[in-house]
């Protein structure tokens, strides 16, 4: 059975930092490219990053790049996001994301509260 | 960026009768290697989003066949023949052709 547990999200104040991991298992990791989608409270849906399976490429929406930074351990069977200087509007819900084209399986999010 | 714009965005339906949301975009999702990567999303309440139909008209394994994917190029259609109460909740669609992938507002289905 697949599965992808999210963790490392929490309270952190403007500026701050915060390590996103998802943890993998049920499939072989190393084959597929992984995602991060985001989920503000009471709003939609908004792609973060994707990665390749061997970590050779990355993909970044505008806004969110030279912040935010995707990386993988296939070793580890894990994905990662690093966060870098948060603002109050990245506050949201953290989703991990097989696949980086018409993603089949999340996990079940961790949520990251930027304030002071 | 590629926006995509979904109509209705509240959507009452009785139980028993069918369902459409549509989802359009602001450029062509062919890809170059011929498939049109659009997506249909479910997210029930309280919970991650579950795929429903991939490459525009696939469903997934245990996906309902009540469920139905259709358009081309840039307008695109999810059918729900019957809906069920198990059918509630928020559906996106999301394109993967083009950088950076990009979902619609979200259509919220609710029962009358």
């Known amino acids: 059975e697949v599965q992808l547990v999210e963790s490392g999200g929490g309270l952190v104040q403007p500026g701050g930092s915060l390590r996103l991991s998802c943890a993998a298992s049920?499939?072989?990791?190393?084959?597929?490219?992984m995602s991060w989608v985001r989920q503000a409270p009471g709003k939609g849906l908004e792609w973060v990053a994707s990665i390749k399976s061997d970590g050779s490429q990355k993909y970044y929406v505008d806004s969110m790049k030279g912040r935010f930074t995707i990386s993988r351990d296939n070793a580890k069977n894990s994905l990662y996001l690093q966060m870098n200087s948060l603002r109050a509007e990245d506050t949201a819900v953290y989703y991990c994301m097989r696949g980086m084209t018409s993603s089949d399986y999340w996990g079940q999010g961790t949520l990251v509260t930027v304030s002071s | 960026d590629v926006v995509m714009t979904q109509s209705p965005l509240s959507l009452p339906v009785t139980l028993g009768q069918p369902a459409s949301i549509s989802c359009r975009s602001s450029?062509?999702?062919?890809?170059?290697?011929?498939?049109?990567?659009l997506t249909w999303f479910l997210q029930r309440p309280g919970q991650s989003p579950r795929r429903l139909i991939y490459k525009l008209s696939n469903r997934d394994s245990g996906v309902p066949d009540r469920f139905s994917g259709s358009g081309s190029g840039t307008d695109f259609t999810l059918e729900i023949s019957r809906v069920e109460a198990e059918d509630v909740g928020i559906y996106y669609c999301?394109?993967?052709?083009?950088?950076?992938?990009?979902f619609g507002q979200g259509t919220k289905v609710e029962i009358k």
């Open positions: 999301m394109q993967g052709t083009h950088w950076p992938r990009t």
């Open positions: 049920g499939f072989t990791f190393s084959t597929y490219s």
């Open positions: 450029q062509s999702l062919v890809h170059s290697d011929g498939n049109a990567y």
